[in-house]
């Protein structure tokens, strides 16, 4: 399985980005999917995540509003459309998944079997 994390990039505060994750190897699209990110310093922290079965999104607080998880399933590829990005959001972003079905949303990292490389996204004051 490989996951291979696209969009990064240096933007201004305001400024909008698109994060892909290309999955391969999966069986199908019948995985969960997630973003994570880490900032410099800092624990590796939940951003969104996506179901498989149904599309129900779940987004930590600090990005409720402004960030979108999305996914095709025929491309095996989930987007993280992140928009009013803030200095705060600069932190190399992980796209994960996890095969099958639960009732709970995955937000911890343990939940998560697969990884991808990670993407640096840095927003400019």
């Known amino acids: 399985v490989q996951l291979q994390a696209s969009g990064g990039g240096l933007v201004q505060a305001g400024d909008s980005l698109r994060l892909s994750c290309a999955a391969s190897?999966?069986?199908?699209?019948?995985?969960?999917m997630g973003w994570f990110r880490q900032a410099p310093g800092k624990a590796r922290e939940f951003v969104a995540t996506?179901?498989?079965?149904?599309?129900?999104?779940y987004y930590a607080d600090s990005v409720k509003g402004r960030f979108a998880i999305s996914r095709d399933n025929a491309k095996n590829t989930v987007y993280l459309q992140m928009n009013s990005l803030k200095p705060e959001d600069t932190a190399v972003y992980y796209c994960?998944?996890?095969?099958?079905?639960?009732?709970?949303?995955?937000?911890?990292?343990?939940?998560?079997?697969?990884w991808g490389q990670g993407t640096q996204v840095t927003v400019s004051s």
């Open positions: 996506i179901r498989w079965r149904g599309g129900g999104t």
């Open positions: 190897g999966l069986t199908g699209s019948r995985s969960d």
């Open positions: 994960a998944a996890v095969p099958g079905y639960s009732l709970a949303y995955a937000v911890t990292e343990a939940r998560y079997d697969y």
